[in-house]
């Protein structure tokens, strides 16, 4: 168990459609990760938050937002669901702002079905 | 920019018998690499990580893998293959923004 936890767990919705992901990251930790796990992108980035700010962006698509609460809880903003967007979504932590030495771990993840 | 290819997408052995995933890197820069396993229906587990501290890694569970500049590989390996190893491999790299950059992964088969 990696301290990180991710919830729901599974998620079934059609296309169009709005959802939100929520992670609770390792207690201690400032730094919040989304990637997306599908079979033809593989994992990729989406968007790191540190105490509260954004503080890098990957592929994240615009219909895509995320934030960072007070409490350092993130969540992951889905909006105009495509089937494409069906995928397992991943949320790390790490302690810091990231770097070699500030490891990232990973929670259960998110699995969102758009039917 | 840094990125990783992972040169084999699925990889069987027999139980007992030597494991190795390919992983070469391409980076403009010191690279930082990592290796994750991630068991089904689990999420990713840190296995090792390359610091530039020593070139043979050491990590869990009998991991090792070995930072080699002239090749640009960062493969993994153990000397035994377990039942329990079954699961996916990903050779990661660190990115420019502190975010990892994941390869395509190679599926690791055991045998009995």
């Known amino acids: 168990d990696s301290g990180v936890t991710q919830t729901p767990k599974h998620l079934i919705t059609a296309t169009g459609q709005r959802v939100t992901l929520r992670c609770s990251p390792r207690?201690?930790?400032?730094?919040v990760y989304w990637y997306q796990q599908s079979l033809d992108q593989g994992l990729q980035f989406l968007i790191q938050y540190y105490n509260g700010e954004e503080r890098a962006k990957g592929n994240i698509l615009e219909r895509f937002s995320a934030q960072q609460f007070p409490d350092l809880h993130s969540e992951l903003n889905l909006s105009s669901l495509e089937l494409g967007d069906s995928a397992l979504y991943f949320c790390?932590?790490?302690?810091?702002?990231?770097?070699?030495?500030?490891?990232?771990?990973f929670g259960p993840g998110t699995r969102l079905t758009v039917l | 920019a840094q990125s990783v290819t992972q040169l084999d997408s699925h990889v069987s052995v027999s139980e007992g018998t030597p494991v190795l995933l390919r992983c070469n890197y391409s980076s403009s820069y010191s690279p930082s690499l990592f290796w994750y396993v991630q068991h089904p229906n689990k999420g990713l587990q840190l296995l090792l990580k390359y610091t530039s501290a020593a070139t043979l890694v050491k990590g869990i569970n009998g991991f090792e893998a070995e930072f080699k500049k002239s090749e640009t590989s960062f493969h993994l390996t153990k000397p035994s293959a377990h039942m329990s190893d079954a699961a996916e491999y990903f050779c990661?790299?660190?990115?420019?923004?502190?975010?990892?950059?994941f390869g395509k992964g190679t599926k690791l088969s055991v045998k009995p």
């Open positions: 790390a932590s790490s302690l810091l702002a990231g770097g070699l030495f500030d490891e990232q771990f």
């Open positions: 990661v790299g660190g990115g420019s923004q502190g975010n990892l950059i």
């Open positions: 207690s201690g930790d400032l730094s």
